[in-house]
C-alpha cells in the first residue's frame, strides 16, 4: 500500500516519519472556510474536504491510485464555545494564551482515510491543561514561539510545554495527527491496523 499526506504541515509530516510510515506529500488549494460551529463536525468536514480535493487533482494528473490511501487532518482547538484556528497576529496570539491560562480547553484534529473504493473521518479530543500565565510570560512566548502557524497559537512540543500542566488523551493529536484514531480508523475501513 502507499500513503499520500494530504499536508503541508511539517508536524503531520514528522509524526509519520518517526512512525516508520512510508509516504510521499502531496497538497491542494482548499477551502477552509466553513460556518460549522461544533468543533468535532469542523474538523472532520475540512479533513474530508482535504483528503477528497488532493484524490481529485491526482486523477485529473492521471494518478493510478488503486493501492494508494490518503490521509488527511485538519486542528482546531475549542475553548468557551469558541473555535480557535491560526493566530492572525500577535495580538490574536496573546488573546488566545489568555484564554488558557490556568484553564483547560480542548483540541480537536479530524483524521479521514481515502482508498480507492471506500472512505473514513472520525475525529479525537485531548483536554489539555495551562498554568496560569502572566502578561510577561504570554509576550515571550509569543515573541520567542512565533506561532503563527499552529492552530491555538501553540505546539505542545515546543517551548509550551513549560507551561502546560497536563493533557488527558492523545499526545499526537495535540501535536497535530491523531495517531490512536488514525490507526483505529484503518482498521475499521480496511481491516487490518494501519502501523
Keep these: 500500500m ?9 508536524r503531520r509530516k514528522e509524526i509519520l516519519e518517526t ?16 460556518d460549522e460551529a461544533d468543533p468535532r463536525a469542523l474538523v472532520e468536514a475540512l479533513a474530508l474536504r482535504k483528503g477528497l480535493a488532493v484524490k481529485d487533482a491526482l486523477l485529473a494528473a492521471g494518478r493510478e491510485l488503486s493501492d494508494t490511501v490518503i490521509i488527511s487532518s485538519d486542528t482546531v482547538v ?28 480542548e483540541v480537536v484534529s479530524g483524521i479521514c482515510l481515502i482508498g480507492t473504493d471506500r ?26 514561539s512565533q506561532p ?27 501535536v497535530g495527527l491523531p495517531v490512536h ?3 483505529r480508523l484503518y482498521f475499521e475501513i480496511f481491516g487490518e491496523n494501519l502501523l
Design 19 to 34: 512512525l516508520g510510515l512510508p509516504f510521499e506529500v502531496v497538497t491542494a488549494d482548499t477551502d477552509e472556510s466553513c
Design 119 to 144: 472512505q473514513g473521518v472520525s475525529h479525537e479530543v485531548t483536554e489539555v491543561e495551562f498554568d496560569a500565565l502572566d502578561e510577561e510570560t504570554i509576550r515571550h512566548y509569543v515573541r520567542l
Design 181 to 183: 484514531r488514525m490507526n
Design 148 to 174: 503563527y502557524d499552529k492552530a491555538g497559537a501553540y505546539a505542545i512540543q515546543g517551548l509550551a510545554s513549560a507551561y502546560i500542566k497536563g493533557i488527558r488523551g492523545d499526545y499526537f493529536n495535540v
Design 78 to 105: 475549542a475553548i468557551d464555545g469558541e473555535i480557535l484556528g491560526k493566530p492572525r497576529d500577535e495580538e490574536d496570539a496573546c488573546r488566545m494564551l489568555r484564554l488558557y491560562s490556568g484553564r483547560r480547553h
Design 2 to 10: 502507499k500513503y499520500i499526506l494530504a499536508s503541508k504541515s511539517p
